[in-house]
């Protein structure tokens, strides 16, 4: 037998197995409210940041990283884990491979960005890995972002945002464009619609449709 202190009683207590168990008294259950997180929306690129922050580079394989990323939407890991394989120009399709969930999926084939490719093809003649190290080996995630990032600083780009900003920006720009929330979330390999739902959030398509006050004032 031990005491426990509750509060000011005093209560009495048996150990069972190095755990305390209370006699005589009823259990308590505290609801107690949690933390609330912060809301914070993902940084989305214009259209014309977009494009200036391609133009910016020379490397054709460089610029092709870029372009894959926005054309398709693709996380920095399925952009480093294609294959040449994976690219179905019969078909006019991208075949992601064991995704994060480890679910695969199919993304359109941009024209521009097939062009892209053959020119890329020709120079680079990739042979397991679509983008490729010194080595022949899986090209890394941090070369990726250092690619975005000299982009950035070439084009002038001051806003803050990695390769998951592109694709930000791709799922957004399709949103404003027209394509149904339904069918991003299939491009974009999201399990829930609430995730998706986020770009109805950063779109600007119904903002900029009103007008505001301060444009009323004579």
Request: with cysteine; hydrophobic share 40%; charged share 25%.
């Amino acid at each position: 037998m031990c005491k426990l202190v509750v509060g000011f009683k005093i209560k009495k207590c048996q150990l069972f197995s190095g755990r305390v168990k209370l006699l005589n008294h009823p259990r308590e259950v505290y609801d107690l409210p949690r933390a609330k997180k912060p809301t914070q929306l993902p940084s989305v690129f214009a259209e014309s940041e977009v494009l200036a922050i391609i133009t910016s580079l020379t490397n054709v394989k460089h610029k092709t990283i870029l372009c894959l990323a926005y054309a398709c939407g693709l996380r920095v890991s399925e952009i480093i884990n294609m294959k040449v394989l994976d690219i179905d120009s019969a078909r006019m399709v991208i075949n992601i491979r064991q995704a994060k969930g480890k679910k695969d999926r199919i993304v359109m084939l941009s024209e521009k960005l097939l062009a892209l490719l053959r020119v890329y093809f020709l120079e680079y003649k990739p042979k397991k890995w679509l983008f490729e190290g010194q080595y022949g080996e899986e090209y890394s995630s941090r070369s990726v972002q250092l690619v975005l990032g000299h982009a950035k600083k070439k084009a002038g780009i001051r806003k803050t945002g990695s390769i998951h900003a592109l694709r930000h920006s791709f799922a957004t720009h399709l949103y404003e464009g027209g394509t149904d929330i339904f069918s991003i979330k299939e491009l974009l390999g999201h399990q829930s619609l609430q995730t998706t739902m986020i770009y109805t959030h950063l779109s600007k398509k119904n903002i900029s449709k009103i007008q505001s006050p301060l444009d009323k004032l004579t």
